[in-house]
């Protein structure tokens, strides 16, 4: 059975409809995330950001990259795609959850994806920090 042009419209309007699935494409906008990245955001059990990170790659707005144990995702890089995160991202533009999201995106990009997922963000920062030195 072909899948109708409204019935596309109608799942990725549903898929971007949640408050979380809308932050995780606000942080991908941004570039590629690591699962363990988007859960410390989210503050959510990693089941539960599995699942939307499932229906937002359903409905062909999210690819994801394997590199050895870590899963990476990202935006797709179609029209459509691209349009939908367009519309979104305008009407969102001010929203101070989405900044407090970027804010965390880009603190979290200081530390290695390898031990934020082991040891999860403080430790990892603390390592990071003392590998500095």
């Known amino acids: 059975m072909k899948i109708s042009p409204l019935d596309v419209t109608v799942s990725i309007a549903r898929a971007i409809g949640h408050p979380a699935r809308s932050r995780i494409l606000a942080m991908?906008?941004?570039?590629?995330?690591c699962v363990c990245q988007i859960t410390e955001v989210l503050g959510l059990a990693q089941s539960t950001v599995s699942t939307h990170l499932r229906e937002l790659k359903r409905v062909g707005l999210i690819q994801e990259r394997k590199d050895s144990r870590w899963v990476y995702f990202s935006l797709a890089d179609d029209e459509e795609s691209a349009a939908w995160l367009k519309v979104l991202l305008f009407s969102v533009e001010h929203d101070q959850q989405l900044a407090?999201?970027?804010e965390r995106v880009r603190e979290l990009r200081d530390v290695p994806v390898e031990d934020l997922c082991r040891f999860g963000f403080d430790d990892a920062l603390?390592?990071?920090?003392?590998e500095s030195k």
């Open 100 to 102: 407090a999201d970027s």
């Open 28 to 33: 991908l906008a941004g570039g590629e995330l």
């Open 126 to 130: 603390k390592k990071a920090r003392n």
